[in-house]
């Protein structure tokens, strides 16, 4: 069992994420996504730019082009298929970032899934909420 115990990932990232994925159809879209981890909680809330070259394959990043201490989870499409990650995206998932979040096509929020770095699906724990404008209300 890993760490994960609760998981804010940004409504409006997420949104952002899942229409770069219909855009991209029927290419795959892969991200990089940063936030902050404390004791209890992860929170996902940036995009982490980086080059990549997608095919119907898959996508092809450089990932000496980020620093990936900052990554703190992956975003990738299935253009095909159900949200369930591949031999690839396990492989992916144990070297880079604590959560990953799969969207399958129509790319709707219920068609996304939440894994942890050992592949187990973590969604119950994922909370999708506008994290940024609460934050804004604060100040
Ligand atoms: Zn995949």
Do not use: W
Not at 109 to 130: A, C, H, L, M, Q
Request: glycine share 6%; proline share 6%; with cysteine.
């Amino acid at each position: 069992m890993s760490g994960v115990k609760r998981v804010e990932f940004d409504a409006r990232l997420l949104d952002s994420l899942l229409e770069a994925s219909d855009k991209n159809h029927p290419d795959e879209f892969f991200a990089m996504l940063g936030g902050s981890i404390d004791a209890e909680t992860i929170t996902i809330d940036s995009l982490i730019v980086v080059p990549f070259e997608a095919s119907d394959s898959g996508a092809i990043f450089d990932l000496l082009s980020v620093h990936t201490c900052d990554v703190i989870g992956t975003f990738h499409s299935h253009p095909y298929g159900d949200p369930v990650p591949s031999e690839d995206d396990l492989m992916l998932f144990k070297r880079l970032g604590a959560v990953h979040a799969i969207a399958a096509y129509p790319y709707t929020p219920d068609r996304v899934e939440f894994y942890d770095k050992s592949g187990r699906n973590i969604t119950p724990v994922v909370e999708v909420r506008y994290t940024a404008d609460e934050e804004a209300n604060n100040r």
